[in-house]
């Protein structure tokens, strides 16, 4: 069974840091991208970003572009995203998705590309 766990959620200030960690369980980790979105209270989910299979591509949102970064670790079945500059508009329930698909396209930002999802973490923002 394919789990997707997300952590390290919490509150923070305006141009504050946190850094989520999604651990992935049951499928092998290396053959996926790994994608983050988020969701705000009465909004469509949304991409954040995504990680190519080798770790060697990543792609983010404009929004947040420069303030976040995606790293993984094919090791240890876990997906980081380290969020620096934080503003209230990031404050969302973010979650860890993964595609089995290799070639990133305009539909890896869409949530059905996704096979697989974690449950979210909430992430605040006061400002």
């Known amino acids: 069974q394919v789990h997707l766990v997300e952590s390290g959620g919490g509150l923070a200030q305006t141009g504050g840091s946190l850094r989520l960690s999604c651990a992935v369980s049951?499928?092998?980790?290396?053959?996926?991208?790994m994608g983050w979105f988020r969701q705000a209270p009465g909004k469509e989910r949304e991409f954040v970003g995504r990680?190519?299979?080798?770790?060697?591509?990543?792609y983010y949102s404009d929004s947040v572009k420069g303030r976040f970064t995606i790293s993984r670790d094919n090791d240890k079945n876990t997906v980081l995203l380290q969020m620096n500059s934080l503003k209230p508009e990031d404050t969302a329930v973010y979650f860890c998705?993964?595609?089995?698909?290799?070639?990133?396209?305009?539909?890896?930002?869409?949530?059905?590309?996704?096979?697989?999802w974690g449950q979210g973490t909430q992430v605040t923002v006061s400002s």
């Open positions: 990680i190519n299979q080798s770790a060697d591509l990543t």
């Open positions: 049951g499928l092998s980790f290396g053959n996926y991208a």
């Open positions: 998705a993964a595609d089995y698909r290799i070639t990133y396209s305009s539909d890896s930002t869409r949530t059905q590309a996704y096979q697989y």
